[in-house]
């Protein structure tokens, strides 16, 4: 029977720990972990999310930082919100929303955080740890959602070494991160993106693979190879109809129904690595003030 891959117990379980962890830091410390949670502009799904972290924050006993400016905001006012949260002591982590208007450089803000408050693990420098730490080092700080994924794969207790895995999708907030984590643990790791050829051949050669595209259902049962495990990190929203009313409905990238038959384990959306995300967040946030401690 297929292992359905629950996402949401999985955080739920790391959320409590952190929980645990801050409080023993409090009194170890006098003080516990500071996220500054930064949205430019009103879009919709950012908002969402936006509400979902700091809730999740503030419940782990993490102090939330909220800053909301409007979209008229300029770079350069970002920049300084950025720069006087970097002098903050009482801020461990800054997380910037993404996407970030259109007249703003996503890079250049991005770049401005102190890679040590870098909650999001979207650094250059810590890019670059991650790149060439031998070894998941317990300091760094990894992007969320990747990290995530593989802590979703841990808890299915199988041998990672040597198994092939393949990552459908090259971000560099998903599929290049997720890439790196996979060959630390030493899987013999394919990228495939849009131009790839014979992309289901490759799929279906996949002990593991991680769908991280942004394309409804894109991934079909005869693109998995049997006993594969399938982590889905796309969130789609499309729309059905139920009853005659249009209805909208999250979906991954993975036909779900299809591949759950055949596959040994299996990440549903939702309840799968979205809930990862954010409490991975709030785990780079005790790192960070755990190592801002340890400097
Ligand atoms: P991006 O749009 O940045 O990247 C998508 C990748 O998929 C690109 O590398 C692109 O290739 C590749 N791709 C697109 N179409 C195809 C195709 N037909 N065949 C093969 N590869 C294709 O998306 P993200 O990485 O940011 O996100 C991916 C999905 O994950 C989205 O659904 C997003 O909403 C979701 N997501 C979920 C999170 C969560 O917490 N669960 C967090 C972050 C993202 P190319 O580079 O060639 O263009």
Request: glycine share 8%; with cysteine.
């Amino acid at each position: 029977m297929t292992n359905i891959i629950n996402g949401k117990k999985i955080a739920e379980d790391l959320r409590n720990n952190l929980k645990n962890e801050i409080l023993k830091l409090k009194n170890e410390f006098g003080s516990v972990p500071g996220l500054a949670v930064v949205q430019v502009g009103n879009v919709a799904a950012s908002s969402v999310y936006v509400k979902a972290k700091t809730k999740s924050a503030s419940e782990v006993g993490i102090k939330v930082f909220d800053h909301h400016l409007d979209d008229k905001a300029s770079q350069n006012d970002l920049l300084t919100l950025i720069g006087d949260l970097n002098n903050n002591e009482s801020v461990n982590g800054i997380l910037v929303q993404l996407p970030l208007p259109k007249h703003i450089s996503e890079q250049i803000v991005l770049d401005s955080i102190n890679p040590n408050k870098d909650a999001d693990g979207f650094h250059p420098l810590n890019v670059g740890k991650l790149s060439i730490a031998s070894h998941n080092d317990e300091n760094l700080l990894i992007p969320c959602t990747p990290y995530g994924c593989l802590l979703m794969l841990k808890t299915l207790n199988i041998e990672l070494s040597g198994k092939k895995a393949v990552v459908v999708g090259r971000s560099n907030i998903v599929g290049k991160p997720m890439s790196q984590l996979l060959l630390k643990e030493s899987c013999t790791v394919t990228i495939v993106h849009s131009k790839t050829k014979s992309i289901e051949k490759i799929c279906k050669e996949a002990d593991i693979l991680i769908a991280a595209v942004g394309r409804p259902k894109m991934i079909k049962a005869d693109w998995v190879k049997n006993g594969a495990i399938v982590i889905d990190v796309g969130i789609n929203r499309v729309e059905i109809s139920e009853n005659g009313e249009i209805k909208t409905k999250l979906v991954g990238d993975v036909d779900f129904s299809e591949v759950e038959k055949n596959s040994f384990a299996i990440s549903p959306v939702p309840g799968g690595v979205g809930p990862m995300t954010i409490a991975c967040l709030l785990r780079n946030t005790t790192i960070a003030f755990k190592n801002s401690k340890n400097q």
